[in-house]
């Protein structure tokens, strides 16, 4: 039988930062991983000699004290601040200054009603927000009256559900929610001069303090991450048994059975999802039938570099395109060959009951033609093209999640006390995970 003081559970970014803090306050650590490898997310795809990320993957918007916590797990030359370089379209025009839509490319009338409308539904708010129901509550105090219909309009198109279903959490894990773009730069700052419009108006930041910033191995994949991440474990004695499932647990021996063999543990942390974590606990599913999870196809296209616009991404909030994001693998990772030419991904939001999913490169020519309209790559063709599924990309909650999740921590406190752990079942980035850990006490 193997013993340690803490057994964690999952190969993610959570399960590998908590197992590193634990280990780095002197505790014997095991951590579980029925992959073949650890990493989750952050293990890339390898296709045709380019290592290819599952979207975007940044460590964005860190803090001092969480580059300084990088560092020390992955080295001081792994991850450099890269910036932040997001782009929009919308209404036919391409905005590669920010990812959240631009509303003055519908026109300079509905971008002053809306403002006024706004303006005027905020004034009466006095700064309270009410009570949310769902994410269609959410739609409507956010965009007013006028910004509604296209709030609900773009709802559907990147959740892919009902607004009134879905639960008003969602709204942190959308681009097109919060500040909004309704004017020109030096207008906007003017107006944004005032606490109260700054709080509902937006405006490129014309200069950055660097408090925050977007960390990534420039030139190099999240490979390079996953290494890193695997050796800092190795380096504070972490054991790490991959290709390992649990089967159960006997509480009052705190022991736990799995594939490879009983571990004896003084506590078990959870950095799996929390639905997963409900299946493996308790073999049930109320978290996960108050989830919808949304698969993407992303399809991925070999151009020459010189003809892929400059953002890293780009945002696509075209109600009738196919395509919700174009990332430019060209500009930050090593998605450039001898010969001038890399990658570019473009994601497609779908449900595995569509026909395209059990075809996903029926589409490739509209696909391709959407990235070109948005402006994002100007090439009149690609060289090559691959489309990948992923079954499970983002979760969204919905109405009625937060009984389930409470009822499920509440049953595992009764059961485990505080031999479990359980983080924050709603932190989304790995920011947030990390906020998480900390407030746990399992990084310090």
Known sequence: MVRCDALVVGGGFKSIAAAWGLARQGQSVVLVEQSAKIGGFLSPIHWDGYWIDKGPQFFDNFEAQDVDMMSEMLGP?????????????????????????????????????????????????????????????????????VLYPHLKKLAKKFVRRDAEEVSPRTAS??????????????????????????????????????????????????????????DALQREGVTVMVEATLAGFDDARGVAETSAGEISYGRVVFGTDI???????????????????????????????????????????????????????????????DDGYGVICVEEPIEKDDARWNDPEAELGRIFAEACETGTVSAKNYRQAKSFRIPAT?????VGIE????????????????????????ALTRKEAINDLRTLGILV
Not at 86 to 103: E, R, V
Not at 283 to 296: F, K, M, N, R
Not at 394 to 398: D, G, I, R, S
């Open 77 to 145: 030359d792994v991850m450099q601040d890269i910036g932040f370089e997001y782009g929009s379209f919308m209404a036919g025009k391409l905005n590669s200054d920010f990812a959240i839509p631009d509303w003055q490319s519908l026109g300079d009338d509905v971008a002053s009603n809306a403002f006024q409308s706004l303006f005027a539904q905020r004034l009466a708010a006095s700064g309270s927000s009410p009570a949310f129901k769902s994410l269609d509550d959410v739609l409507m105090f956010d965009g007013g009256p």
């Open 173 to 230: 894990m959308v681009s097109f929610l919060g500040r909004k773009k309704f004017f020109d730069q030096e207008l906007s700052l003017d107006l944004k001069q005032s606490p109260f419009m700054d709080a509902f108006l937006a405006a490129k930041k014309v200069s950055v303090d660097g408090s925050r910033v977007n960390l990534y191995p420039k030139g190099d994949s999240l490979e390079r991450v996953r290494n890193a991440l695997e």
């Open 275 to 337: 639905r997963e974590s409900e299946r493996i606990l308790t073999g049930g599913s109320t978290i996960a039938d108050c989830t919808h999870v949304l698969p993407e196809i992303f399809h991925c296209f070999v151009v020459p570099a010189d003809t892929v616009a400059a953002p890293y991404y780009v945002v696509d909030y075209d109600p009738d395109h196919l395509t919700s994001r174009i990332t430019n693998f060209l500009n930050y990772m090593g998605c450039v060959g």
């Open 394 to 398: 983002y979760k969204f909650p919905l």
């Open 403 to 426: 009984g389930a999740v409470d009822a499920f921590s509440d049953q595992m406190m009764a059961r485990f006390g505080e031999s479990i752990v359980l983080p924050d079942a709603y």
